[in-house]
């Protein structure tokens, strides 16, 4: 399928409207909600929730630019404060979960609210627990069937905004639980658990490296109920083939990461494009100028540092866009989106240390922000998949390996 790599000339226009933003509501507090890890910024979350109501959420499919749009839209507020855009309201994780699996009337249902009227909301996914994160498939949480409710029991880590959609009303964490530990995968589904439903109990939150705007939540689920309809797909259960690439059961569940890894990838670029805007402007204030014409050999050391560190940053952006390109054009992505987020996972882990280097004590001070994006950069390499899982995930899918073939 031939794809354009430029998006279309609306997004363009959003683009610039988003980066106004950043530059304008996030920088100037993008210090402060670092230092005051868990205090909600009210004051950016309500301007976030007011605009919400101008803006219908951009669609994943059909024959627009809707993903590529949500890729930039991720890509413009992390070159802001990626904490801080986590910290945002809106179904996050949560919507592409049900986005994935959800029928119609669940779309409707759980992301009708999020709309700008009222108070701000949440959404979350809880997939990561004590002893399961790489390995899905180990999870232990269990959903039983009782009457026209699911009893949900377990302990669910390291859940992004799991505080928030907990808490405020109107919000819900998408669960994810075994129905059956014996159907192996094939038992794993979602369930939508509405903001304050008796049974989650939030824990407490993670005091962490970087992406400290953001709160990241422990929570237990003892004897929760949720009504019958909030599963996400169909209740049936499916036994695992080892000797398949995937099946149906636990497929609904993973499509979620075919969306959530493209803007993860997203975000990581923009975090990688601030430390490197911020090294190009420094370089311009000292008389030093990147000659992009010049041939590699004649290039002084820094110059081919940029270099490099732009052609790294551009190749990350470019997966990402043709990762969330074939999801709107309804194509399979799963291989491209595992290669965009592990390219970009890695690239901004690089980009920002190179920033910190070549800047020296300015780089390595609080005085500039380039020591923050180093902190916030590493967590694009570890959650949606760690760097190792998509690389696993991008050679499975190349060499037709299962999940059991290839570990
Ligand atoms: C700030 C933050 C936010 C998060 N948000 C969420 C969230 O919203 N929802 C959620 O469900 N989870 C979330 N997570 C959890 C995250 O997705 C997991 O931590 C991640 O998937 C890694 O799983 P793990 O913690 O079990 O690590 P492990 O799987 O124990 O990994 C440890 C190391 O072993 C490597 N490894 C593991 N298996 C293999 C293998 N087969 N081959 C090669 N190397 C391997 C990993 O790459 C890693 O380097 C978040 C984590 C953090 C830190």
């Known amino acids: 399928m031939p794809i354009s790599f430029e ?9 610039d409207f988003y980066h106004r933003l950043a530059e304008e509501q996030m920088r100037p507090i993008s210090r402060k909600y670092d230092v005051h890890e868990h205090e909600m910024p009210w004051e950016f979350v309500r301007f976030m929730w007011d605009r919400s109501k101008s803006t219908p959420p951009a669609r994943l499919d059909g024959p627009d630019d809707g993903f590529v749009k949500v ?7 992390c070159w802001g404060d990626a904490g801080l855009y986590l910290r945002i309201p809106s179904p996050a994780l949560g919507g592409s979960a049900v986005g994935a699996a959800g029928t119609n009337e669940q779309k409707l249902r759980f992301m009708g609210p999020f709309n700008g ?7 979350a996914m809880a997939i990561t627990e004590p002893g399961a ?9 269990t959903a039983t069937a009782d009457g026209d409710e699911w009893v949900l029991n377990g302990t669910k880590i390291f859940c992004t905004a799991g505080d928030a959609a907990s808490t405020y009303p109107g919000g819900f964490v998408v669960v994810w639980a075994t129905v059956d530990k014996s159907a192996g995968r094939g038992g794993i589904k979602s369930f939508v658990v509405p903001a304050g439903t008796p049974g989650m109990k939030l824990v407490g939150c993670e005091k962490k490296l970087g992406i400290r705007a953001s709160d990241t939540a422990t929570l237990i689920l003892e004897n929760c109920r949720v009504p019958k309809e909030n599963l996400l797909g169909s209740a049936e259960v499916k036994k695992a083939d080892p000797t398949k690439t995937g099946d149906k059961g636990f497929k609904g569940a993973m499509a979620t990461f075919d969306a959530s890894r493209p803007i993860v990838a997203a975000m990581a670029v923009g975090v990688g494009r601030a430390a490197l805007d911020f090294v190009k402007e420094e370089l311009t204030r000292q008389g030093v100028t990147v000659r992009y014409d010049a041939p590699r050999h004649e ?9 490099d560190m732009e052609a790294e940053l551009q190749a990350a952006r470019l997966l990402t866009w043709r990762s969330a390109k074939m999801l709107n054009h309804g194509k399979r992505n799963n291989l491209e989106a595992s290669m965009a987020k592990a390219k970009a996972g890695l690239a901004v882990t690089k980009i920002t240390q190179k920033a910190v280097e070549l800047l020296g004590p300015l780089g390595y001070s609080q005085k500039t922000l380039v020591e923050k994006w180093m902190r916030d950069a590493k967590i694009n390499d570890i959650y949606e998949g760690t760097q190792q899982i998509n690389q696993l995930i991008v050679a499975r899918r190349i060499l037709d390996y299962s999940s059991s073939l290839l570990r």
């Open 299 to 307: 290039l002084t050391a820094i110059e081919r540092d940029v270099i």
């Open 7 to 15: 998006p279309a000339a609306n997004t363009t226009k959003a683009q």
């Open 71 to 77: 890729c930039v839209q991720a890509e413009e507020l």
């Open 133 to 141: 994160g790489s390995d899905a498939a180990a999870i232990t949480t």
């Open 117 to 123: 009227e009222g108070e701000p909301k949440w959404g």
